[in-house]
């Protein structure tokens, strides 16, 4: 009786030890939950975007080295830009959409840097979808080493899980472009949105391989027009940690974080199985993303090292992804990195919801990092376009005025059909 009374209680102990565990993972997941949907609230967001990685799990990405020196050469910047044919304030636009931090290289040396809203240089910023030119960059070197054979392969090929969903056949160059065709709904103020239950899923500590092989419909044939799509750009992790098989946390210390010069750790944001939340959940301090793009538009070089392949650079910011299929639009698109209207050659910009930039303009030699936490990002009656063009406007005008670079008139925008 006495052994079995034991052998109870042994039972009942491990049951109880059990409830626990299950009762504080319970726990965590509706925390997560709670922390997503409160994400965006007007007395939480600015605080929210400075402390991702502890409202959500993650994984650090450890910066090594010494530190690459950002010397300051302190210029003034213009005090009014110009758009839809009249001078705006730039301070006022800076109010206006919510800036965090506002950050200005000219041959890479700082030439403005300020902190808004009770942020300050030690912030780790949320990239959101500007984590998708990172990507892009990620992808240069395995290309180019041939883990990787061709961007014409499908992704199949890489990652047979995706076989029978709306990604089988779609190639990885259709994929890098947002021309996969796959039905996905971006919209972010649906709750019931393709982008809002992905969300929900990285929250409750679901898979984000298992959410991108769900998918089973295609809205057209891929590469027949852009549609810009968010798991898109998982779906370029996915291929990525397959050919080389190590995680997306591995490749961006390999490639770029332990021999860039950054001043500290970078944070992706997973899953619950570690997997890197890829299509926005980077986590940067501002000086570190100027530096990502002072290597952008050095061509990939930094010190008489190469990080990334100069040609591949120069391919993923060209205007080459098919037109996009929502009328008006005035962006061009590439691999995964934006091309602004009447560009010049080497002008491109990374961009993520809520009023993040980070834009490269290589005549004038300036690198410009804008972080927001802006709610009415799309509150412009063109679904946040007339907005991105204005703060494009802004950059310009900032690009001038430190170069002798010529400014172009960044066009309003109009709805379709009108002239």
Known sequence: MRTA?????????????????????????????????????????????????????????????????????????????????????????????????????????????RYLLGTGREDRRISWSMAKSFLSALFGPVLADGRIRGLDDVVTRYVPALAGTAYDGVTIRQVLQMASGVKFNEDYLDFNSDINRMGRVLALGGSMDAFAAGLRERIRQPGVARQYTSIDTHVIGMVLRAATGKSLATLMHETLWSRLGVEDDAVYLTDGFGVAFALGGLNLRTRDYARFGQLMLDHGRIDGAQLVPAAWIDEAVRNSAPVAAAPGSAFGYGYQWWVPPLADEGEFFAIGVYGQYLYVNRKARVVIVKTSSHRGFRNDGARGERIRLETIAMFREIAGALSDWAVPETPDWRPPGAR
Do not use: C
Not at 41 to 70: C, H, W, Y
């Open 5 to 113: 009374g034991r052998w109870l209680l042994g039972i009942v102990s491990v049951l109880a030890l059990a409830a626990v565990i299950g009762a504080v993972t319970f726990q965590d997941r509706l925390l997560r939950l709670y922390n997503v949907l409160t994400l965006f609230d007007e007395t939480r967001i600015t605080r929210n975007f400075s402390s991702m990685d502890q409202l959500f799990e993650s994984t650090k990405i450890p910066r090594a080295g010494g530190v690459r020196d950002l010397p300051e050469r302190a210029a003034a910047l213009p005090q009014h830009y110009r758009f839809a044919g009249r001078s705006r304030s730039i301070a006022d636009w800076l109010e206006q959409t919510r800036t965090t931090s506002l950050l200005v290289l000219r041959d890479g040396a700082i030439v403005h840097e």
